[in-house]
């Protein structure tokens, strides 16, 4: 088996030992690879070096609050304790999972010169079954998954190499035209891609840029061909959205002729549709439908096929371009309201079934219906992982960092979540690898089966060592030991003979899975809001690594929801699955192969909620000042409050090498400590609550919401749906805890004009305004959120803000007045002066 090194080593003598291939997280400064590596190396220990002198500050930090247990209410001080111990114990584990990151550089360049440039003509690169998943054509629009197909489908890769599948598991008429009317369309753009060299190659994004930098072999012909592609796109857009009066027009005429009176959904060929009908019927359902499998574009040729040329008919001169196209296929399961279908998870697991009988690609790389291809080398960037010769083999997945289209300029609901996807899964990159995200991820077949990797088999290995855990398909079984050969290949079997149509028919039926591993040790697992990271923890729980890949440009992109509540309904859904992932497939009792530092790692990923409960407890502490005035956590004071400043100041210097050595910017990091206490208000607690009840009674566990993604907007509401407030009870947290600590700088500012403070009684309240406000900082997106179309005016913020804090200060004022009959105002040299209450005061 040829055998290469694939991704690029820099100067192995001058890396860590744990890491002595890979080149240490730095962005490239010199061409000098030995000079690249040592500096990113100096670019870690700062960050080592901090992280040991803020844990000996925290461990000094407690040994003090032990040695003086004073405070005003000693069962705060206990409470604060607790929290505290906690905060530091999250926070060590977060941060050892980042002390060794690895950057790792595909070589492009030797792929194509090792598996490309072969005397035939030919490629040896694999075979690879791409996956993508939808449900509702409305939550999830459309265009949006059938550009991820156009995008897949011109993606640069061998043609013959590579097959398509789309689950939809809602069983639409309109997903499966609306992937007639792509197949169509790909005829053209797949061939003007590959003739101007055009990136990214989904249209949407593509023309949504007015200008590019031309790369192409044919200049003087690309301004005709755009503007022939551009009409063509816009009618393809005009074709889909048709479909949804199109197809309930072309039943009704068919209904209208029909006898039995049923109100069905009818195909253009005259057949009822065995999907969903838009009039739910027996069988015809939402959760209750026969399976479907249709090959819309069959496999080609191993010879390439060139274009006709330009005439009056078609002005697209293809004839030097080959314009085959990849295999796609639609599938829809079987859905029976018996079974618990398992949404997204149990989709995937009849995609590899299928696949695997008609294509059996060893790779396999998945997608959302609303990610497309940015960067067409994305698939042969992921190949240099998993061909490598030094580790490739033990390597399950390549993952690759989420970003997203149509996110606002300023980020404000951290949906591109950079310090999580360049920080922390660049840190594991240096253990056994970065978690798995969901999409956007190049798997090995073999490790979704649940097979050992190679450094951990026995003398005695077989692939299949129990064909029941598989299931009763004798093909499905059969095909499993073909698909641990990277270099096999085939010429997939028509999917219309009896014989292999009597075998997809059986892998796609809800009983299938009765007695199998699937959901558990094979394929994706079940009964989870967060399928994706625990099938990463099972693959790694076998001894499998991961890779992670951030290339320029991005490889691939998406669309996030900007709208608050729906972000926040996503978060809830990822922290919830966290946690039961923490209690159902705890990280702690993984077996020996599960590195001992993955494992810290997979704890803080699946335990983090927990610290919201200690959280809001600080974020509402200030509710005490508003009523009781002088309340202090710590005695004495002063000594508390340096330690404090000590360890976030350290904190904040961590997190600017950070930055540093991961290549973020002071806005990423910024929104995310923000969003941190959005989601730690908002919907941590929920999540943690729910989880406990779940526990206590047994219930289930956090149910999946699918999240609406927004639609293409107007030029002058291109943000609409982040101005828009959708109220819901999971706001209400986080709007008290601004109430709260608005309410304490303004008590704060009523009780200092009244109170006749101290200097030290002031400092001590100036130390407490500061937290506030840095509170208020923390969580001012969602105060923009909620505030709407008003939100495009921050400074109507402010001005609110001031305006209740005089309104809470007038009113201790006042109650003050009330109590004392007068009210003295201090001033710092004359001591103040009285005033009767009939003066208004």
Known sequence: MLRVLLWDRGSESQLPPSSPRAIPADPPRTGRRGALGRRAVSVAHPARLLTLLRLIAIILFFIWRIRHPHADGMWLWWISMVGDFWFGVTWLLNQVAKLNPIKRVPDLALLKQQFDDLPDGNSNLPRLDVFINTVDPINEPMIYTMNSILSILAVDYPVDRTATYLSDDGGSIIHYEGLLETANFAAMWVPFCRKHSIEPRAPESYFAVKSRPYTGNAPDEFADDHRRMSREYDEFKVRLDALFTKIPERSDAYNAEAKDGAKATWMADGT?????????????????????????????????????????????????????????????????????????????????????????????????????????????????????????????????????????????????????????????????????????????????????????????????????????????????????????????????????????????????????????????????????????????????????????????????????????????????????????????????????????????????????VFLVFYLLFPVIWIFRGEFYIQKPFPTYVLYLVIVIVMTELIGMVEIKWAGLTLLDWIRNEQFYIIGATAVYPLATLHIVLKLVLRGKGVSFKLTAKQATSTVNEKYAEMYIVQWAPLLIPTIVVIAVNVGAIGAAIGKAIVGGWSILQMADASLGLVFNAWILLLIYPFALGIMGRWSKRPYLLFIFFVIAFVIVAGVVVAIHVARTGSVRFHFRHSGGASFPTSWGF
């Open 272 to 612: 009822q549709w065995p999907g969903t009908w838009f009039d739910p019927a027996e069988n015809h359902k939402k959760g209750q439908h026969a399976g479907i499998l249709k090959v819309m574009l069959n496999h080609p040729g191993d010879e390439p096929q060139f274009g006709a040329p330009a005439s009056a008919a078609n002005t697209l001169d293809f004839s030097a371009v080959d314009v085959r196209l990849p295999m796609l296929v639609y599938i829809s399961r079987e859905k029976n309201p018996g079974y618990d279908h398992q949404k997204k998870a149990g989709a995937m697991n009849v995609q590899l079934r299928v696949s695997a009988l008609l294509t059996n690609a060893p790779f396999i790389i998945n997608f959302d219906g609303d990610h497309y291809v940015n960067n067409s080398l994305a698939f042969r960037a992921a190949m240099c992982f998993m061909l490598d010769r030094r580790d490739g083999d033990n390597t399950a997945f390549v993952q690759f960092p989420q970003r997203f289209d149509d996110v606002d300029p300023t980020d404000r609901y951290c949906n591109h979540n950079r310090v999580f996807f360049d920080a922390t899964l660049l840190g594991l990159n240096g253990i056994q690898g970065p978690s798995y995200v969901g999409t956007g991820c190049m798997f090995r077949r073999i490790a979704v089966y649940g097979i050992d990797p190679p450094r951990w088999r026995s003398d005695d290995f077989k692939i299949v060592d129990n064909t029941n855990k598989f299931g009763k398909s004798m093909s499905f079984i059969n095909s499993i030991p073909s698909a641990a050969n990277q270099e096999w290949s085939m010429t997939s079997p028509p999917a219309d003979e009896e014989s292999i149509k009597e075998e997809l028919d059986s892998v796609m039926k809800c009983a299938y899975e009765e007695g199998t591993e699937f959901g558990k040790e094979i394929g994706w697992v079940y009964n989870i809001a967060t399928e994706d990271v625990v099938t990463g923890f099972r693959v790694h729980r076998t001894g499998w690594r991961s890779m992670y890949c951030r290339i320029e440009p991005d490889a691939f992109r998406g669309t996030a929801p900007i709208n608050l509540t729906e972000r926040l309904y996503q978060i809830l859904r990822w922290s919830g699955g966290s946690l039961e992932m923490f209690f159902s497939h705890c990280p702690l009792l993984a077996g020996r192969r599960l590195n001992f530092m993955q494992r810290i790692a997979y704890t803080n990923m699946t335990a983090y909620p927990i610290s919201s």
